[in-house]
């Protein structure tokens, strides 16, 4: 086994800091998956021989959020669970494509993990050939969880009690990006070997940045602080935040939230008045807080604008949230702006 493998890593965590070996295994197993989904993206409209699109399209179902779900969506869901559901290490899965949660088959052992995903991140990139990605979450399963128990109260545990965050983005390398609570490792798929390589330890996000990532064709629906914040970034070295800002939005998650892991900057996806009941568009249990352990890892910051998102008690499993996620300065600017006018309004 090659020193520099996924393997040689978690092994080195097992001694160094006491990591389960049974967690090994279980991420191990996703990344498996993740390089089943990669190869899949990669073969785009020539999967399965070509017929009907390969991958590309639409399933022509809808998930239990209402959107309508892609062939890819679909087909990574059913890569992540079929990967995951015999090998022993968990006790039950989530993903944003199954209303309810999976409970492991009698006929196989149960473990004692939760794993969340979204098993295809960015579906609106997936016919243009920009980068997607999966993103995954592993929280451990109650003690006194039943063996026949498949019930969401099981997952709603705030983001802070995650062993494990991580995603893989499927871009011109595929990479693995993960964190056991010992900081952020990044790895490159070598697609001669079939290996994930530790290309990159101690990633760490500069707590300064001059690029934000949002999409400004809602600017009009958002709320005070968040019009100000970006008005002050617009207003650029003449404005009261004395720089120049730049603007980069991909619209898939995981591009943009690596893009500020490799260089710094801030993600948002804050709460508008298009559907004032539903806090956000992202989901918490397996979007924002695995993104969140990660950035936090890595020296950056997440909140929903009032409070750090990995504190956030769930009460739903789908449940939606606000995000401003990235470099640890920025993330406190626009968090203290929306302080500032909930202090002013009480
Ligand atoms: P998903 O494809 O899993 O539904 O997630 C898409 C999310 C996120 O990845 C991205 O940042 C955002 O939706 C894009 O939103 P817009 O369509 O508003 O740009
Ligand atoms: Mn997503
Ligand atoms: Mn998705």
């Not at 092994?11 to 989904?37: F, Q, S």
């Not at 022509?60 to 290490?89: C, F, M, P, R």
């Not at 914040?229 to 070295?237: F, N, R, S």
Request: glycine share 10%; charged share 20%; aromatic share 6%.
């Amino acid at each position: 086994m090659a020193r520099n493998s996924l393997t040689h890593y978690l092994i080195r965590c097992e001694r160094e800091h006491g990591i389960d070996p049974n967690l090994r295994l279980l991420i191990e197993t996703v990344a498996r998956a993740c390089k089943t989904i990669s190869h899949a993206v990669g073969k785009g409209a020539l999967w399965g021989g070509g017929a009907d699109g390969g991958v590309l399209g639409s399933a022509g179902s809808t998930n239990v959020q209402g959107e309508t779900q892609k062939k890819l969506d679909v087909i990574a869901n059913e890569i992540l669970v079929e990967a995951n559901e015999w090998g022993g290490h968990l006790a039950g899965m989530a993903s944003e494509e199954m209303d309810n949660p999976l409970g492991i088959p009698v006929a196989y052992p149960r473990g004692h993990y939760l794993l969340l995903f979204d098993p295809l991140d960015g579906s609106s990139n997936i016919e243009v050939n920009v980068s997607i990605g999966t993103i995954f979450s592993v929280l451990p399963a109650p003690a006194g969880m039943a063996d026949d128990d498949d019930e969401a109260q099981h997952f709603l545990q705030p983001g802070h009690r995650q062993v494990c965050a991580g995603y893989a983005v499927y871009g011109p390398q595929t990479m693995l990006v993960l964190t056991v609570g010992h900081g952020v490792v990044t790895f490159t798929l070598d697609r001669d070997t079939g290996s994930f390589v530790l290309t990159q330890e101690n990633n760490r996000v500069p707590p300064d940045t001059r690029e934000f990532a949002v999409n400004m064709s809602n600017a009009r629906h958002w709320d005070a602080p968040m019009k100000r914040y970006i008005d002050e970034c617009l207003a650029g070295k003449e404005g009261p935040r004395g720089k120049d800002f730049n603007m980069r939005w991909i619209a898939s998650m995981v591009s943009d939230v690596h893009r500020i892991m490799q260089r710094g900057g801030i993600f948002l996806y804050p709460w508008d008045k298009r559907e004032p009941d539903k806090p956000g568009k992202l989901r918490l249990m397996y979007e924002a807080n695995p993104m969140a352990m990660l950035i936090e890892q890595a020296g950056g910051a997440a909140t929903d604008g009032r409070q750090r998102i990995l504190d956030i008690v769930p009460t739903r499993l789908h449940q939606r949230v606000s995000v401003m996620i990235g470099s640890k300065n920025e993330v406190e600017y626009v968090t203290g702006l929306h302080a500032a006018t909930s202090r002013a309004a009480a």
